[in-house]
């Protein structure tokens, strides 16, 4: 028996699909839409669909599927019959609507065709009853069918259009009368011809196959795709519905509108919507005149409002969601063409999540549903005004997000300097450095022309809350001569106005209009309500006391990353820092590990009395020690010219001394290279000088009244002993201070190790024999594991990958979202392991473990570690409500599997 492949609206039952997202990946959201609205008895034009899985078939055979074609046929005798009207008919002409409609709705990237059936001989039959909707109806459809079917565009028929209305002295289309309607068919005819070589079809079958084909191909167009991997849609197919055309340009008691049941804007509870008089759909999307408002309409036709606002208030009530509507008006009878769940800003989810909540419409859980995660980051940050109309000059990656103006700087001396006299800089350089930190937190905003969004700029900038849009390839920068250019022509130069947008990495010349964030009542009773379901905790990675304010102000639970190399590059240490490394044997490196003491100590003070009563993750020093010095290129070309000039004053014997040693310590590879934990077994006064701060911070600040939650954390651990050996050395030293003072602290001192080494995963059960936690650092985890240097791939082939390569090679950035397969395999074979092997060696006692990776604030991410059952994620500060929203979708999700 043929499998059944067209199915009349009337024929679906709804009630027999498992949920309302299986009826719409059968039929897609538009078919879903009209075979709800038939149950509901609203009025729609009759018609039939195509299921999604269809234009799959038609993707990869390039041909329909056998009995296809002759159940369009028998379906199209089914709307005849039906509607008694006849295709192709000059008579009583049946014309067609074919309209695509994917599961997920995507506005403006997939086809439609209208006023299909119409032939010239069809156009003349009906001009003799009204002559001006029949010529406007039969021009619509030449460039209709012209742009859709035979992919002219429609450019060359606006074109002609404008230049008709020139001709005659008239602005707008519905000024036209039927004789110029008629004429502009005839150019639009003529045209056609022109682009095509081939006369306008008048079979209105052959008219039908090649609109449901190009429905079909709408699904793999460029915009298509290309919208489709920005929001990560699956490869779904598109549905074709095909209904009788209902006609809202038939006179001025006629039109078309859209209409949404709550503001999308700002959710507020009320119908708002726009109507053209004597118009059809198409022309409510290009804005071909202004629309009224419906309460406008309401004036002039109050019947028909009536039942719009009763019809709308409906499908609020069957889908329990604000709804998106289009509907037609054909000489005052009503008809609802499409319905579907809302477009809506962030700050309108959450008011209608919690509105329709209170009005028992949705329980918590749904409620939490409502709003995407993803979407709460637009509530966090400054955005770029609706209003503005200033172009971009160029756009770079989306490193951090909010939307800043200031002075271009070059410099990062100058960029502290003119922090210092008051004024708002945003700080401009090819890349940054660990040397630029203090440059980059007296900047409202960071602009690189290289690197990725995992760079050091992005990192950085993500981590303590600045805007900042990296990897603009098109601005060459000159960072001596302060300048920045695009194609070789200077378009800022430092002193200049700069504006950037790290919500979607533009960048302007001069200042635009920002709105300020939308913290409300409502978004906090939302987090509030998501803490309630949500399994794994959230923290944050702070390495200030104002980062750590920042973060507990947005919800986290604690610190699960205090990065203390960013503690080192601060303007009073970084000298002493460069003493240190620099010193020729122990004692001058002991001698200037003292001086640093006092200050590390401050830090951790500070931020143990911040987060009184929640737990701090302290890591170690992690860098390679060569990364603290000057920057090696800047050395050689100042030691260079003090060379060529005869300077050899004490100048450049510094210069030649901080050379050689710069060259001692550089590696090949310095990611892989004497960091971390092989630095603290080969240089254990580092890691001593740090433990030693972080007893007499914890002494000051127990004494003082705060309730420290002291986690140590060792980072880059790839053998057991490494673990090991430190911990002989650390934990002793730990315990003597203690003891030497007398002192008891009120809460444990735990002791763990960061899981960055794909051998470190692979034996956790070793490690976590001796480790008390684990906190995944995906950063390097990730790098390692693909063998991919994350500094260079993402401008080297990473992105090449995924967005040019046809078909790509890899679907996702795996330094934004977990490598499920890879990184996501080693993470779960290390919990699981580790888990084994601490239960075994602590009398069952589970193993904590956390992410403190730059993935750890991403809601996909959180999906599948909720899977792995980790205790805690954390992120940056700014991320952390994003992360309390993602982790309650993520325990939601998992229960209702």
Not at 63 to 83: R, T
Not at 221 to 226: H, K
Not at 536 to 545: C, K, L
Not at 841 to 856: P, S
Request: hydrophobic share 40%; aromatic share 8%; glycine share 8%.
């Amino acid at each position: 028996m043929t499998e059944k492949m067209v199915f009349m609206f009337d024929e679906v039952d709804p009630s027999k699909f498992g949920s309302t997202t299986e009826l719409k990946e059968f039929f897609g959201g538009k078919g879903a839409g009209l075979a709800n609205m038939t149950v509901l008895g609203l009025p729609i034009p009759y018609g039939f669909n195509i299921p999604c899985k269809f234009s799959l078939y038609f993707a990869d055979q390039k041909q329909w599927p056998e009995g296809l074609k002759d159940q369009v046929i028998e379906s199209i005798k089914k709307l005849e019959s039906k509607s008694g009207y006849l295709f192709g008919d000059t008579q009583k002409p049946l014309l067609l609507a074919v309209r695509s409609g994917a599961p997920v709705s995507m506005p403006g990237m997939m086809d439609t065709v209208l006023n299909l059936g119409m032939s010239l001989e069809i156009a003349e039959e009906m001009a003799k009853s009204n002559d001006r909707f029949a010529w406007d109806s039969w021009r619509r459809f030449i460039m209709s069918y012209s742009d859709i079917v035979r992919d002219t565009g429609r450019e060359p028929y606006d074109e002609i259009m404008e230049e008709f209305k020139e001709k005659l002295g008239k602005k707008l289309d519905i000024e036209l009368i039927a004789s110029e309607m008629r004429e502009l068919g005839n150019l639009y005819i003529a045209e056609y011809e022109k682009l095509l070589d081939e006369k306008f079809p008048m079979d209105p079958w052959e008219q039908l196959f090649g609109s449901i084909n190009a429905v079909f191909q709408s699904w793999d167009s460029e915009r298509a795709v290309a919208y489709r991997k920005m929001n990560k849609i699956p490869n779904f197919g598109t549905a074709v519905n095909i209904m009788r055309m209902v006609f809202g340009n038939q006179n001025d008691n006629s039109g078309t509108g859209v209409l949404f049941t709550r503001s999308p804007m700002d959710g507020e509870k009320k119908v708002m919507g726009e109507y053209l008089i004597n118009a059809q759909g198409e022309d409510v999307v290009a804005g071909v005149r202004t629309p009224i408002s419906l309460d406008d309409l309401e004036q002039e036709q109050p019947e028909v409002v009536k039942q719009i606002f009763g019809l709308a208030h409906k499908l609020e009530n069957h889908y329990k969601d604000m709804q998106d509507c289009e509907f037609t008006v054909e000489d005052g009878k009503l008809f609802f063409l499409q319905t579907r769940t809302g477009k809506r800003t962030a700050s309108a989810a959450i008011k209608i999540s919690i509105d329709m909540l209170d009005e028992g419409y949705i329980d918590e859980k749904t409620a939490v549903l409502r709003v995407l995660p993803s979407k709460v980051e637009e509530l966090l940050h400054k955005r770029i005004s609706p209003n503005e109309r200033k172009a971009p000059l160029v756009r770079g990656f989306n490193a951090s997000p909010g939307a800043v103006s200031g002075k271009a700087i070059f410099d990062v001396k100058r960029a502290i300097e003119a922090k210092k006299a008051g004024e708002k800089l945003i700080l401009v350089r090819k890349e940054t450095k660990p040397e630029d930190f203090p440059g980059m937190i007296a900047s409202v905003g960071i602009l690189t022309s290289r690197g990725g969004k995992t760079c050091h700029a992005a990192v950085v900038a993500r981590g303590i809350g600045l805007p900042a849009v990296v990897g603009a390839g098109d601005l060459e920068i000159d960072e001596e001569a302060g300048i920045a250019k695009v194609s070789g022509q200077v378009s800022f130069k430092e002193g200049d106005i700069i504006s950037i947008d790290g919500l979607n990495g533009n960048v302007y010349v001069g200042a635009v209009e920002v709105v300020d964030p939308e913290l409300t009542g409502e978004f906090q009773r939302y987090l509030d309500i998501c803490d309630k379901y949500r399994k794994m905790g959230v923290r944050t990675n702070a390495d200030t006391p104002q980062m750590a304010s920042d973060a507990l102000k947005n919800g986290a639970e604690g610190i699960g990353l205090c990065r203390t190399e960013r503690m080192f590059n601060g303007e009073d240490r970084l000298p002493k820092v460069v003493k240190m490394i620099v010193a020729d044997d122990l004692e001058g490196r002991l001698k200037a590990l003292k001086d640093l003491e006092p200050l590390q100590i401050k830090d951790f003070y500070e931020i143990f009395q911040v987060m009184d009563g929640k737990p701090v993750t302290i890591r170690l020093l992690d860098p390679p020690l060569h990364e603290f010095l000057p920057d090696y290129k800047s050395m050689l070309v100042e030691f260079t010219e003090l060379r060529v000039k005869g300077d050899k004053g004490e100048r450049f014997s510094e210069l030649e001394f901080m050379i050689r040693k710069y060259e001692e310590l550089k590696e090949e590879n310095a990611m892989l290279g004497h960091r971390g934990v092989r630095l603290g077994n080969t240089n254990p006064e580092i890691y001593e000088m740090q433990v030693r701060s972080l007893m007499a911070a914890l002494i000051q600040a127990q004494n003082d009244g705060t309730d420290v939650h002291l986690e140590i954390m060792l980072p880059l651990i790839s053998h057991v002993n490494e673990y090991k050996r430190l911990m002989t050395i650390l934990e002793p030293l730990a315990t003597k201070i203690l003891a030497d003072a007398s002192f008891t602290p009120k809460n444990a001192i735990k002791w763990g190790t960061m899981i960055e080494i794909p051998r470190a995963a692979l034996t956790a059960e070793e490690i976590a024999r001796e480790a008390e936690f684990f906190s995944f650092g995906t950063n390097d985890l990730t790098q390692m594991t693909y063998g991919f240097s994350r500094d260079d791939v993402e401008s080297k082939f990473l992105m090449k990958y995924i967005d040019e390569i046809n078909p790509p090679i890899m679907k996702e950035n795996p330094f934004e979202t977990v490598d499920v397969d890879g990184v996501g395999k080693l993470i779960r074979i290390c919990v699981e392991d580790g888990r084994k092997g601490h239960a075994d060696a602590f009398n069952g006692k589970r193993l904590k473990v956390g992410i403190c990776g730059e993935v750890g604030g991403d809601p996909d991410t959180i999906m599948f570690l909720q899977t792995v059952d980790l205790d805690y994620v954390s992120c940056s500060p700014f991320r952390v409500p994003v992360a309390r929203v993602a982790a309650a979708h993520a325990a939601i999700r998992e229960e209702m599997k």
